[in-house]
């Protein structure tokens, strides 16, 4: 079956800092991956795309990489805040077209 | 504001009863995704419609119908409802069929089932 895993720990790092996040698939051929944001009680917000020949992509402090040898994709943020506190997910197209979301991870930026 | 709507904002209701929550997509949108999010579970993707046909279906109960109007708002029946449909539900829109670009979600509805 198609699985999508991501860290379910919380990731605490000091503002600053980078925070590194991983995204795992099984049995996805992806064409793109997306990051999205999500704060306590609201919708998802969303961050980058990267498409399968791109290698990394960036937007301000966030950058993200996609390896299809590896199926994974880790997705930086640099010079951290404890405004970017807030849980972070990767979505895939699966199969039937269905857009599939991981559980995300729960990112705590303390100053 | 990700200029797609959701109404209600929370809903609070009887099991056994019956509800439906409405999108309005983003203006010029023709993708409209529902998902549900249980307290510590992951958004789990229930149905997509696009330009009106159904175009994706995921792990959607048979007690839940969903539907995508001509003007493009969506409906999202809930029925028979029990403890365990208590979740925020969202929707989402894109302007392609999927995966290609990025989805703009709603402020969710929350439902309460007593």
């Known amino acids: 079956s198609q699985k999508i895993e991501q860290n379910s720990e919380a990731l605490n790092i000091q503002e600053g800092k980078t925070a590194t996040l991983t995204c795992n698939y099984t049995?996805?051929?992806?064409?793109?991956l997306q990051w999205y944001r999500q704060d306590p009680g609201r919708g998802p917000v969303f961050l980058l795309l990267?498409?399968?020949?791109?290698k990394e992509k960036r937007k301000e402090r966030l950058k993200v990489t996609f390896d299809t040898t590896l199926k994974q994709s880790l997705f930086h943020i640099t010079a951290s805040q404890p405004a970017d506190s807030a849980t972070y997910l990767c979505?895939?197209?699966?199969?039937?077209?269905?857009?599939?979301f991981g559980k995300g991870t729960s990112l705590l930026v303390t100053p | 504001d990700s200029g797609v709507t959701q109404t209600p904002k929370h809903l609070i209701t009887a099991t056994g009863q019956r509800v439906t929550l409405r999108c309005s997509p983003r203006?010029?949108?023709?993708?409209v995704y529902w998902y549900q999010q249980s307290l510590d579970q992951g958004l789990q993707f229930l149905i997509q419609?696009?330009?009106?046909?159904?175009?994706a279906k995921g792990n959607i109960l048979e007690r839940f119908s969903a539907q995508q109007f001509p003007d493009l708002h969506s409906e999202l029946n809930l029925s028979s409802l029990e403890l365990g449909d208590s979740a925020l539900y969202f929707c989402?829109?894109?302007?392609?069929?999927?995966?290609?670009?990025?989805?703009?979600f709603g402020q969710g509805t929350r439902l309460t089932v007593v």
């Open positions: 989402a829109s894109s302007d392609t069929k999927g995966g290609d670009t990025e989805a703009f």
């Open positions: 049995n996805y051929s992806p064409a793109y």
């Open positions: 990267i498409r399968e020949n791109e």
């Open positions: 979505a895939l197209l699966g199969s039937g077209y269905a857009l599939n």
């Open positions: 203006s010029g949108d023709l993708s």
């Open positions: 419609y696009y330009n009106g046909e159904e175009r």
